[in-house]
C-alpha cells in the first residue's frame, strides 16, 4: 500500500478497541505506547524533520517549487525508516527500500502538488477535494504529517507522563480515573464563546463507517476519528482508554508503560525483563522476588476466582457432599493453582478459570486419592 494511503493521523473505536494501521487493540494502546518513545528518539525526529518544517512554511505562503518539494524526500526517507522500528508506527507498512518515497517525489506528483498549492490559494479548501490533485493532497499531508511528529510527541509527554503516574492511585475503575482527570485538568476550556481556547479541543473531526472487525467478521459500525496532530490522536486513544478502564501503568523493572485492562493492581509488564539471561518477563522477575503475591488484592481476578472455589468447597463440605478428605486435596490444589497463576501469566489468562471449577477440581482430586 502506498504510504500516501497511509492514514497516519486516523484511529477506530468500538467498544472497548482501537484500530490503528489495520491493527486493532486494546483501546489506549497507541497512547500509551507513544509515553515510551524515547526523548532522544523524539530529538532525533526533529532534527531530521527540520527541512520539511521550512517546506511547510513555504506551503503556507503558496510559494515553494518543485525543486523544494523534491528536496523534502531525503527527509521523508529518513524519518519513515526510522519509524519502522517505533512502536506503534511500526504497525504501517513502510517499504524497507524505500522504493515508495522515490516513487511520490517524482516529477508526476511534485508537479501536481505545485498546481494544487496554487489552486488552494485561489478556491480554498475546495482544492483538497478536487480528484485531479488528489497526488499534490498527498504529498502536501504527508510532509505537513512528518515535520510535526517528533515536536509534538515532545509535547504530548509532557503533558501526559504527570497524569499517568496520578493514575497509579487511583481507584482503577472508569468512574475512578474520571475523577482523577477532573482533578487534574480542572482547568481544560469549555465550548464557551467567551473562552477563545475552547478552540484546542477542535482538533478533530468525527464520521460513523461500517468496517469488518478482527474477531466479528463481520461489517460493524465503528466511530473514525481523524486528528489534525499527533499529540491530539494520542490523547484522544488515551482518554478513550480510560472511559473503559484501561489505563498506562509503568513498570518498575523495564521502566517502560504497559496497558492495564482491568482492575487488578498490576504493577509488572509482560514483556522482557532487560539484561535477564533466562529471557523471563519483568511479571516473572516481579513473581520470583515475591513481590507478586503481595500486589493482589482481594477484589483482583485471579484470587476472586480462587476466593469463590474455596467457599464453595467449605459449603459442600458442610452440607455433606463432600467428605474432609476430598475437601483438603481440593483446597491444596486450588492454592497450587493460585500460585501458579501469579507467577505466569500466560496460564492465568488461559486455563487457570476452567481449572478452577468446582467439578474440574473434583475430578482432580479423584484422581489423586
Known amino acids: 500500500m502506498s504510504i500516501l494511503n497511509q492514514n497516519l493521523l486516523t484511529l477506530d473505536f468500538w467498544k472497548d478497541e482501537v484500530t490503528y494501521a489495520g491493527h486493532t487493540l486494546p483501546t489506549g494502546s497507541i497512547g500509551c505506547a507513544a509515553m515510551n518513545i524515547s526523548d532522544e528518539q523524539n530529538v532525533h525526529l526533529i532534527q531530521l524533520a527540520l527541512p520539511l518544517a521550512a517546506v511547510v512554511e513555504l506551503i503556507k505562503d503558496g510559494i515553494p517549487t518543485a525543486e523544494h518539494l523534491t528536496a523534502a524526500k531525503k527527509s521523508v526517507l529518513q524519518i519513515t525508516q526510522m519509524l519502522r522500528t517505533i512502536y506503534p508506527f511500526s504497525l504501517f507498512d513502510f517499504p524497507a527500500d524505500g522504493h515508495d518515497i522515490q516513487k511520490i517525489f517524482s516529477a508526476e506528483y511534485t508537479e501536481n502538488a505545485i498546481a494544487y498549492i496554487k489552486a488552494a490559494q485561489e478556491i480554498g479548501i475546495a482544492a483538497a477535494l478536487d480528484e485531479q490533485y488528489k497526488k499534490g493532497v498527498g504529498i502536501v499531508k504527508l510532509i505537513s504529517e512528518l515535520a510535526q511528529l517528533g515536536g509534538t510527541l515532545m509535547i504530548y509527554k509532557q503533558g501526559m507522563i504527570e497524569f499517568a503516574h496520578k493514575l497509579h492511585d487511583s481507584k482503577r475503575t472508569p468512574e475512578g480515573y474520571a475523577e482523577t482527570f477532573a482533578k487534574h485538568f480542572s482547568d481544560t476550556p469549555t465550548l464557551s464563546l467567551d473562552n477563545p481556547r475552547w478552540m484546542q479541543l477542535t482538533n478533530t473531526t468525527m464520521q460513523y463507517v461500517s468496517a469488518v472487525m478482527p474477531e466479528k467478521g463481520i461489517p460493524q459500525l465503528v466511530k473514525r476519528m481523524h486528528y489534525v496532530s499527533f499529540v491530539g490522536m494520542f490523547r484522544s486513544d488515551l482518554f478513550e482508554g480510560l472511559c473503559v478502564g484501561h489505563a498506562p501503568r509503568k513498570c518498575p523493572i523495564c521502566d517502560k508503560w504497559f496497558l492495564t485492562t482491568d482492575a487488578r493492581q498490576t504493577k509488572y509488564c509482560g514483556g522482557l ?67 501458579y497463576a501469579t507467577k505466569y501469566v500466560d496460564y492465568a489468562n488461559g486455563s487457570y478459570e476452567k481449572e478452577m471449577e468446582q467439578a474440574a477440581l473434583l475430578n482432580e482430586a479423584r484422581r489423586k486419592l
Open 273 to 339: 525483563a532487560p539484561g535477564d539471561k533466562l529471557g523471563r518477563t519483568c511479571r516473572q522477575i516481579g513473581a520470583k522476588q515475591g513481590r507478586e503475591q503481595r500486589e493482589l488484592a482481594d477484589d483482583h481476578p485471579i484470587k476472586a476466582i480462587y476466593t469463590r472455589r474455596m467457599n464453595t468447597i467449605t459449603q459442600y463440605l458442610h452440607r455433606g457432599t463432600l467428605d474432609e478428605q476430598t475437601a483438603a486435596v481440593m483446597k491444596q490444589l486450588a492454592k497450587s493453582k493460585l500460585d
